[in-house]
């Protein structure tokens, strides 16, 4: 018998505390922490926090390590496209907020919460240093999911608080990122391809077949969830990895896990795809059109962060949400915005792939993680990127963070590289 979800709750400020600890050798630690802090929702579940505004002070503090190491990045990251694309797609979201239609509408609905994913990216920028920083990134990344997938998929295994929809029950957590059922599916697939590789970066036999639970926990959790867009996300990922590499198409534990999963649940995956339909699809796509109306009527920089629904509601009639990524980031943060979005978005993905193409590999070797590390990423983005075309997640941390680790990737890549030349 699995343990309920809210017996876990205690894991979270003692995770959190141990994060911090491990920050005293290690700085990636301090951010991830924060992270953990803030998805979580340690101060939901434990008011005490508030009340001492432990997430302000942990947040300021955080701020100034990023300022003080700032001011000595190395050269190559300074000049590197990732990072300077990045810095004009912050002058495009400031500039965007400059016009917002409401300042403090923008800010309780974007503004707060990008400037903590802006904290945990910028962090994840100055404090990782070498491989072993990359991973403490990447396996509290899939912790922090692990932990959070929980809940919903306790729920879907023994069938308890579902939440009912026409089409049947959905079963998503409480509250945060994983509280509807599209998020959670879209963040399912986000983890997936990271998970799936995430075996290959360790030795110890033991470790490698427990690194298998945080796959088989996602892929269960995205089928609880109801999504269609999920069931979408998880047949374009396959494709990726059979054109990407076909190799890891052939590995056993690969078969078995997601063989498995389907032979259990391939009956409720299929009524999920039966319900997809075209008008669905129009809908979102329509409000991608909606998104540039509000730019050709003279909203420049956009109708500012988190701004689209009041937008909406002026301009056609009704409030609602963009559910399409790509109309959400040019309504709310105009041309700027989505020009410097799409050239951060294009040096990403071609580091990642330069990398993966660059860094040759053997599916029995874990030496090679940066070959698995960077295809993972690189399809969790493409994953991301099409069933955004259902879902706004424009503001997520998943793009900023995964830039980040794209650079460092490419970092140690050139450096690998340097060190062969010259032996």
């Not at 101060?43 to 955080?62: D, T, V, W």
């Not at 294009?346 to 070797?365: A, C, F, G, H, Q």
Request: hydrophobic share 50%; proline share 3%.
């Amino acid at each position: 018998m699995l343990p309920h979800p809210d017996s876990l709750r205690i894991l979270g400020p003692i995770v959190c505390f141990i994060y911090i600890l491990l920050g005293m050798k290690r700085s990636a630690f301090l951010f991830m922490g924060f992270m953990i802090f803030y998805y979580w929702k340690v101060s939901y579940h434990f008011p005490i926090f508030i009340s001492i505004k432990a997430q302000l002070i942990y947040g300021c503090i955080l701020l100034i390590i990023i300022i003080l190491k700032l001011t000595s990045l190395d050269q190559d990251i300074k000049t590197h496209p990732i990072f300077r694309t990045f810095l004009y797609f912050l002058i495009a979201y400031s500039l965007s907020f400059l016009f917002a239609w409401d300042y403090l509408f923008s800010w309780e609905n974007s503004v707060y919460h990008f400037l903590i994913v802006l904290i945990i990216a910028m962090g994840v920028l100055v404090s990782v240093k070498d491989e072993a920083d990359i991973k403490i990134v990447i396996f509290s990344i899939v912790f922090m999911y692990l932990y959070l997938a929980y809940e919903p998929m306790y729920r879907f295994l023994f069938k308890t608080s579902g939440n009912v929809h026409l089409y049947g029950d959905v079963f998503v957590a409480d509250l945060g990122i994983l509280s509807g059922h599209v998020s959670l599916a879209n963040n399912m697939n986000q983890m997936i391809p990271i998970a799936i590789f995430l075996p290959f970066l360790i030795d110890n036999k033991i470790f490698k077949i427990v690194s298998i639970i945080p796959l088989l926990v996602f892929l269960i959790t995205l089928i609880g969830s109801n999504s269609r867009g999920g069931v979408v996300g998880l047949l374009f990922l396959f494709l990726c990895l059979i054109f990407f590499s076909s190799k890891i198409t052939s590995s056993k534990w690969i078969f078995v896990v997601i063989g498995g999963v389907f032979l259990v649940f391939g009956g409720l995956l299929m009524d999920t795809f039966s319900r997809i339909n075209p008008d669905s699809a129009e809908g979102r796509l329509i409000r991608l059109v909606h998104g540039i109306e509000m730019v050709r009527k003279g909203n420049f920089f956009g109708v500012g962060p988190g701004c689209y629904i009041l937008a909406s509601g002026k301009y056609f009639g009704h409030r609602m949400m963009s559910h399409n990524m790509y109309g959400q980031l040019v309504g709310d943060l105009g041309v700027p915005g989505a020009i410097t979005w799409f050239i951060f978005m294009y040096n990403v993905l071609r580091s990642l792939n330069e990398s993966r193409k660059n860094i040759k590999y053997d599916l029995n070797d874990s030496k090679y993680c940066y070959h698995y590390l960077a295809l993972g990423l690189m399809l969790s983005l493409l994953v991301r990127m099409l069933i955004g075309l259902g879902a706004h997640s424009l503001y997520f941390f998943n793009w900023y963070v995964f830039g980040m680790l794209a650079l460092h990737i490419s970092r140690q890549n050139m450096a690998e590289k340097q060190i062969i030349m010259k032996r």
